[in-house]
């Protein structure tokens, strides 16, 4: 899941010649309490971003929440999946 989360896949390439991209750990800047804040994937760059918990237990406590609940992205779903709207479709309240 964490992999699914950074990376917004399910496996680690094969070869190490095949990863377009190092996986990076960022900072997330926090305004008040650090643990008030949830890590922040960011699949396509293969990086997070994590507050500075103030302890270890915090962290481990905030980033199984987020790569347990938070799955919005899936890269297994591909340009054929995706649904287009009719022309005759609209997103329009006025017909509410």
């Known amino acids: 899941k964490f992999l699914k989360f950074v990376w917004g896949r399910a496996r680690l390439p094969v070869r ?6 190092h ?3 960022n900072v997330l800047p926090t305004a008040g309490s650090p643990d ?3 890590p922040i994937g960011h699949t396509c760059f293969f ?3 994590m507050p500075k918990y103030t302890n270890l237990a ?6 199984l929440y ?8 899936d890269a297994d779903y ?6 287009v709207a ?6 329009d309240d006025d017909d509410l």
Do not use: V, W
């Open 66 to 73: 987020a790569i347990t609940h938070c799955e919005a992205i």
């Open 36 to 38: 008030s804040y949830m």
């Open 16 to 21: 190490a010649a095949d990863f377009q991209t």
């Open 78 to 83: 591909g340009p054929e999946n995706i649904q």
């Open 86 to 91: 009719d022309e005759g479709d609209s997103d």
């Open 58 to 63: 915090m962290m481990h406590k905030r980033l």
């Open 23 to 25: 996986f990076t750990i």
């Open 47 to 49: 990086s997070i971003d």
